[in-house]
T-cell receptor
């Protein structure tokens, strides 16, 4: 039961253009979302997050948009740079906090290649 | 400030062998986690420790055990390795429990033959 779906396994974009990575979710109880970036042979690193009380959060070249009615979020990278080439995961905590933990569901990732 | 460190980086085991993956964080975080990542799948939680002295099962705990040795260290043990445990293992920590940002180690690539 994949509650967080990243349907595009890969994406290629020219340097300087916009990269748009998409994520759909099925659980309407999700109220917080995170994006992580992962380079080969490294662990994921936190990139940006958004709470469901917002529809947009911006951090430099990275902007996350949330459309709650469509259960869809997207990560925009403008302008794209070759160093952005990585795998991007969206993630959402779900359920009640039980035992001091709130389970996080990760998507399977989208591999972004930015072509110089 | 090294963040989250994991040892070893690579390991090859034969079926039935045991090993312990080590993880340490120097950020004074309360919560620590072990994930595995397999091709075509997102990160899946094996075990977590919400705070020092506590551990709990995640989504895929079978075949693994953990020890929260102290606030800094959280180890993952495979008692009898199986080929299905071939994976990349990530340790992570967070300041608060659950869905807030987690800090990941570089991973351990484990192959079980």
């Amino acid at each position: 039961d994949q509650q967080v779906k990243q349907n595009s396994p890969s994406l290629s974009v020219q340097e300087g253009r916009i990269s748009i990575l998409n994520c759909d979710y099925t659980n309407s109880m999700f109220d917080y979302f995170l994006w992580y970036k992962k380079y080969p042979a490294e662990g994921p690193t936190f990139l940006i997050s958004i709470s469901s009380i917002k529809d947009k959060n911006e951090d430099g070249r990275f902007t996350v948009f949330l459309n709650k009615s469509a259960k869809h979020l997207s990560l925009h990278i403008v302008p794209s740079q070759p160093g952005d080439s990585a795998v991007y995961f969206c993630a959402a905590p779900r359920g009640r906090m039980t035992g001091g933990y709130q389970k996080v569901t990760f998507g399977i990732g989208t591999k972004l290649q930015v072509i110089p | 400030n090294a963040g989250v460190t994991q040892t070893p980086k690579f390991q090859v085991l034969k079926t039935g062998q045991s090993m312990t993956l080590q993880c340490a964080q120097d950020m004074n975080h309360n919560s620590m986690y072990w994930y595995r990542q397999d091709p075509g799948m997102g990160l899946r939680l094996i075990y977590y420790s919400a705070s020092e002295g506590t551990t709990d099962k995640g989504e895929v705990p079978n075949g693994y055990n953990v020890s929260r040795l102290n606030k800094r260290e959280f180890s993952l043990r495979l008692e009898s390795a199986a080929p299905s445990q071939t994976s990349v293992y990530f340790c992570a920590s967070s300041e608060r429990q659950g869905g807030y940002e987690q800090y990941f180690g570089p991973g351990t690539r484990l192959t079980v033959t």
